[in-house]
């Protein structure tokens, strides 16, 4: 009997994009061949061309740090209270980390863009969220060495509800595969996870905001500032940490306690 296997990760069905065209006639058309116009320039194509070689790079670069962070998931793990209260370690970028899927619904958004006056402001999954999700039930799965896998990637219906997941044991390195789980409880806990991660960075961002403003007008009450400028006050978070760093210093940190006994 033949099987037939289905790609929940992407969205069904499938509509086709439709092509960006932009209609004129054939009179607007001549006009603007004799003047030389392209509707895509070849600006517009070198952008393209070179946006997308930037997306493949970083695809690349996103595969080797997902290896990365399962290669040393026990290193992760045993550190795991000191990362969640660390904020440089807490907000590390995890959204290649954990992939999720299904029939119409299409795949798990672990990464989210805002164009906000212009600027790119963009949340992902963070590290800390990561580890918090994988504290429940529905995330964690026995394994055959007798240790705790983690759910890392699912695929499923929301309609049935049906599902089937994999999960990656940080002892023994074994993938486990996981089936009989809601998809549901896959799908929308993650995804509430990442609106409260959205809504975090918005309600950092105003505290900062407001607290810049509240540091000029004390400033500008002292006499400090002739033409007080609030965004001379605003500041972020500090340099981030990116995962190689934490791994490294992780180790570094083993390295030394074990020295020391």
Request: glycine share 6%; aromatic share 10%; with cysteine.
């Amino acid at each position: 009997m033949a099987t037939i296997r289905i790609d929940d990760t992407k969205p069904f069905p499938i509509i086709p994009k439709q092509p960006d065209n932009r209609h004129e006639s054939a009179q607007d058309f001549f006009k603007r061949q004799a003047a030389g116009l392209k509707l895509i320039s070849d600006e517009m194509e070198q952008e393209a061309w070179e946006q997308e070689e930037l997306r493949k790079l970083q695809e690349k670069s996103f595969e080797r740090k997902k290896k990365l962070l399962f290669d040393n998931l026990d290193l992760i793990m045993r550190h795991r209270d000191e990362i969640l209260a660390t904020p440089r370690y807490a907000n590390i970028d995890v959204h290649y980390a954990i992939k999720g899927g299904g029939l119409y619904v299409g795949p798990l958004l672990t990464s989210r863009a805002f164009n906000i006056a212009g600027c790119i402001v963009r949340v992902n999954l963070r590290l800390a969220t990561l580890l918090r999700v994988w504290e429940t039930d529905q995330f964690r799965v026995d394994c055959k060495c007798g240790c705790t896998a983690l759910i890392r990637s699912f695929t499923g219906s929301p309609l049935s509800g049906s599902s089937h997941a994999t999960a990656f044991c940080p002892e023994c390195k074994q993938e486990t595969r996981v089936g009989n789980r809601s998809f549901g409880n896959y799908y929308w806990y993650l995804q509430k996870n990442l609106s409260e991660d959205v809504e975090a960075v918005a309600r950092n961002f105003i505290a900062k905001w407001t607290l810049a403003e509240t540091e000029h007008e004390k400033k500008v009450a002292e006499g400090k500032y002739k033409d007080p400028k609030p965004g001379d006050e605003f500041h972020g978070d500090g340099t981030p940490c990116n995962l190689e760093t934490m791994i490294n210093e992780l180790r570094l940190k083993e390295f030394e306690e074990s020295s020391t006994n």
